[in-house]
């Protein structure tokens, strides 16, 4: 069956890095178009970066600068490389497969920024 898995988040202090993963199986991840939300808390989820199949990325505003996403259809996996965060980085990041009409979640991972 179809799973998306993230890891990598976690605490992290003011201007500190964390590199998010999400592994898939069960479809064709070439094929997919791979993106990573937010949700920070009483918020709606929010787009952050996309990566085409044929490898387009996209970043929201907040990320430009500071986040990277990245695919490795080899080993069906996608990361998100997030440098300089910010206590309003704090948000559970999910993993996202899309090739209309599928659409799949991960389950999320937890990141959060304090002192």
């Known amino acids: 069956q179809v799973q998306l898995v993230e890891s990598g988040g976690g605490l992290v202090q003011p201007g500190g890095s964390l590199r998010l993963s999400c592994a898939a199986s069960g479809f064709t991840f070439s094929n997919y178009g791979m993106r990573w939300y937010r949700q920070a808390p009483g918020k709606e989820r929010v787009l952050v970066a996309a990566i085409t199949s044929g490898g387009t990325i996209t970043y929201a505003d907040s990320a430009k600068g500071r986040f990277t996403i990245s695919r490795d259809n080899a080993k069906n996996t996608v990361a998100l490389q997030m440098n300089s965060l910010k206590p309003e980085d704090t948000a559970v990041y999910y993993c996202?497969?899309?090739?209309?009409?599928?659409?799949?979640w991960g389950q999320g991972t937890q990141v959060t920024v304090s002192s």
């Open positions: 996202n497969a899309r090739l209309l009409p599928q659409i799949f």
